[in-house]
């Protein structure tokens, strides 16, 4: 049996993170010059077994700590799968996504390896964006706490989503793009576990509901107002709209410092909007270019702190 290769990319939140927890409308992209891959091939008779290169790590499944987010996942494909015993196979998984920087590197590692364990298990069913975005975020909320389900999501369906949390099913809706969008992403260099952000709102939320309540909402228009001008191609609005959810962040304190200096340069040096993604409290930012180079941008994102900046279109579709 050939070995089996997948992958899932990294993501940007364009608009409504932290918004989209409490039910209103974000908006997510995938970033795929970054990426998650898993390989699988069949092992040597010693069960199964994890190999990490990126964090020189090589063990037998059984040697996992239970939380492992790559045992996890593995453990979930099995049950979905109705086996009892899994085939001997050796799994191994690199990233270029950077770690805890609100570009999505844990749900992207866990899709592609669902992906791939499913593939290799003979389960083409259980490998379709549905059910690897399902079962990814399975080990999310196990990592994660609350997460809306939009990081699973994007990275299993690769394309851009509208995205709102609900029951009995999330909505999640691919639209069209109007005009390519070039988008330069900011590195702060500051590690921001998203757990500990999205915790953080959620004590602000309890101890001042109506504020916070008001403030998602605002997101929640803005993330419709958003998709139209995505659609429209009105890039002079995204970029405004960009500002204003930056501004709403800040008020619900995920911003940083470092992030509003960049945020500030990439305005500055003629970004058409900008803004924190994800999480927030260090990690990314994003900054919509007029076209792919935007050097004075970047130059100005470097200037401003910068430790990594990352270029990403969206096509038109
Ligand atoms: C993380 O990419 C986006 C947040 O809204 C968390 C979540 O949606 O689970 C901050």
């Known amino acids: 049996m050939l070995p089996i290769q997948t992958t899932a990319p990294g993501k940007i939140i364009l608009f409504g993170e932290h918004a989209v927890v409490y039910g209103y409308p974000a908006i997510a992209a995938p970033v795929t010059q970054v990426r998650a891959t898993a390989r699988i091939e069949p092992g040597d008779g010693s069960g199964a077994r994890l190999v ?7 063990q037998s499944l059984l040697e996992a700590a239970a939380d492992d987010a790559l045992a996890l996942a593995i453990h979930l494909v099995k049950e979905a799968a109705g086996l009892s015993e899994l085939p001997d196979f050796s799994l191994t998984v690199t990233s270029s996504i950077p770690i805890a920087s609100g570009l999505g590197s844990g749900a992207a590692v866990t899709a592609a390896a669902v992906r791939a364990l499913a593939l290799f ?14 079962l990814t975020y399975e080990v999310e909320r196990i990592h994660h706490g609350t997460p809306s389900g939009i990081d699973n999501t994007v990275v299993s369906y690769e394309q851009p989503i509208f995205f709102v949390r609900q029951q009995p099913h999330n909505r999640i809706e691919p ?4 005009r390519p969008l070039y988008f330069l992403i900011g590195d702060t260099g500051v590690a921001s576990p998203t757990k500990l952000a999205v915790g953080d709102v959620r004590r602000q939320w309890e101890a001042a509901p109506d504020r916070f309540n008001h403030l998602f909402a605002g997101c929640g228009r803005l993330t419709e107002a958003a998709r139209e001008a995505i659609e429209q191609g009105d890039l002079a609005r995204l970029g405004e709209l960009m500002q204003a959810n930056h501004a709403l962040l800040q008020e619900m304190t995920v911003s940083s410092p470092e992030l509003d200096r960049l945020v500030a340069a990439a305005s500055a040096a003629g970004a058409l909007g900008a803004k924190l993604s994800g999480g927030g409290r260090g990690g990314n930012m994003i900054a919509l ?3 792919a180079a935007a050097s004075s941008v970047r130059q100005a994102l470097i200037q401003a702190g910068a430790k990594q ?4 279109t969206l096509p038109q579709t």
Not at 121 to 134: I, K, M, Y
Not at 175 to 178: E, H, L, Q, R
Request: charge should be negative.
């Open 309 to 312: 900046v990352l270029a990403t």
């Open 52 to 58: 990490l290169p990126d964090l020189g790590r090589m």
């Open 121 to 134: 298990l003979n389960r083409p069913d259980l490998a379709t964006n549905e059910q690897v975005s399902a």
């Open 289 to 291: 270019v007029r076209d």
């Open 175 to 178: 639209f069209p793009v109007g």
